[in-house]
C-alpha cells in the first residue's frame, strides 16, 4: 500500500495533536508532515484531512480554499456531521472526500487510502454511532464532552446561540441544554465568565504551523 503524506488542519493544537497520535501507529501507510493551525497548507501532500472541531463545516470558505491550494492535494472533511445536504454541499465546494469521526483510527486510514485511489467519497461511521472518546480536545481534562467543548470554543469565539446552532446543526434548545451542562462542569454562571474561563483554557483557535511528532 503506498505511503500517504497528509496534512491536518484545524485551529486547535489539542485537536490536532490528538489526531496525530491517533494514526501514529499507521506510519508505514501515512505519514502526518503537517499541522496547520488556521493555516493553509505549505508543503506538497496527498490529502488534506480538514477535521471541523468548532470550524466553519465543509461547505465554508476554508475547505474553498484549501481545494485551490495545488499543494494540499485532496481535501478530506472530517466531521461528525453526517447531514446529506452538507455532505453534497461539502463536496460540491470542492472537498474530494467526507469521513465520519465514528470511524476507528484503522477505518480512517483505509478511508483516506480510498479517497486517493478514487474508490469512494463518503465513508460514514456504524449506524447509530455515539461520539467516540479517539482524539483530543480543549477541556477534555476538565470533564468537557467533545460536543460540550466545541460549543464552549464557539461561545469563545463569540458566536451567539443561533449561530452555533446553525454551525453544530443543533436546535437552538438542543444547544442551550448543551450550555447549561457545559456551565456546571466548568463552575460558571453565566456566559461572560464562561468566555473568561475559555480565554484561560484554551478555546480561542490559533494561526500557526507546528511539527508533527513535537
Not at 99 to 110: Q, R, T, Y
Not at 112 to 125: S, W, Y
Request: proline content about 4%; some cysteine; overall charge negative.
Amino acid at each position: 500500500m503506498e505511503s500517504l503524506r497528509v496534512a491536518l488542519v484545524d485551529d486547535y493544537e489539542i485537536v490536532l495533536r490528538g489526531l496525530e497520535m491517533m494514526l501514529r501507529s499507521y506510519g508505514n501507510t501515512l505519514e502526518v508532515v503537517e499541522l496547520d493551525l488556521n493555516r493553509n497548507v505549505d508543503a506538497p501532500v496527498h490529502l488534506t484531512l480538514y477535521d471541523t472541531f468548532a470550524a466553519t463545516p465543509g461547505d465554508g470558505a476554508d475547505v474553498h480554499e484549501l481545494a485551490r491550494n495545488p499543494l494540499a492535494g485532496k481535501v478530506v472533511v472530517y466531521s461528525w456531521d453526517l447531514n446529506e445536504s452538507r455532505i453534497q454541499a461539502a463536496l460540491g465546494n470542492g472537498a474530494s472526500g467526507y469521513v465520519s469521526k465514528g470511524l476507528p483510527a484503522a477505518s480512517l486510514v483505509e478511508a483516506l487510502h480510498a479517497i486517493h485511489r478514487g474508490d469512494g467519497k463518503v465513508f460514514p461511521g456504524p449506524s447509530g454511532q455515539a461520539k467516540s472518546s479517539l482524539g483530543d480536545w480543549p477541556g477534555r481534562e476538565e470533564g468537557l464532552t467533545q460536543r460540550e467543548a466545541e460549543v464552549l470554543a464557539l461561545i469563545t469565539q463569540g458566536l451567539n446561540n443561533a449561530e452555533i446552532a446553525g454551525r453544530v446543526r443543533l436546535s437552538i434548545n438542543t444547544v442551550k441544554t448543551v450550555i447549561r451542562s457545559c456551565y456546571r462542569r466548568i463552575g460558571v454562571a453565566d456566559r461572560s465568565n464562561a468566555i473568561l474561563w475559555g480565554l484561560e483554557h484554551g478555546f480561542i483557535p490559533d494561526h500557526k504551523r507546528v511539527q508533527p511528532g513535537q
